[in-house]
């Protein structure tokens, strides 16, 4: 039986701490849907249609990561509902810092009371990447810094575009 899961997010823009969540999450499931959201309560810098390009360009131009494993999706709905949708039994989460946790908990609690059936598993990325944001990437490029350590190639051409 093949496992799916669920990766919902901002990706505004994707970083490397979100590229290290994929990738490990890809060594237990056989299936990842990289869900962005375009939910109402957040000021995006990138339009829905950017953020999923941008996924798109960065995961399997810039990384050359397998698009049969992965699937890139915009949704704007209950993560559970999703779940159910495409037969998912998994939710992602990535964890950062202990600031992160009590978040993440309620949610994969919240999560749970909406669905017994779906479990939501939470990943850390590699140390050298834990701190990075997206907020951090917006006000590095904004101050005009080096995104080369944070971000694949195709964020740092999309933020360039962006901000000229």
Do not use: W
């Amino acid at each position: 039986m093949s496992k799916t899961a669920i990766y919902p997010g901002t990706f505004d823009p994707i970083t490397f701490g979100h590229i290290d969540i994929i990738k490990k999450s890809l060594k237990i499931v056989d299936k990842l849907i990289i869900a962005t959201t375009d939910t109402s309560d957040k000021d995006y810098f990138f339009s829905i249609d950017e953020r999923m390009d941008i996924l798109k360009k960065s995961l399997f131009t810039d990384l050359k990561l397998n698009k049969n494993k992965i699937k890139i999706i915009s949704f704007n709905n209950l993560t559970v509902n999703l779940c159910k949708k495409y037969k998912a039994s998994i939710i992602i989460r990535g964890l950062r810092a202990v600031s992160d946790f009590e978040y993440e908990f309620q949610l994969a609690g919240m999560n749970k009371k909406l669905d017994k059936n779906i479990e939501t598993i939470f990943l850390m990325s590699e140390i050298e990447n834990e701190i990075i944001s997206s907020k951090f990437i917006k006000e590095i490029a904004f101050l005009k810094g080096n995104l080369k350590k944070f971000v694949t190639k195709s964020v740092i051409k999309a933020i360039k575009i962006k901000i000229q």
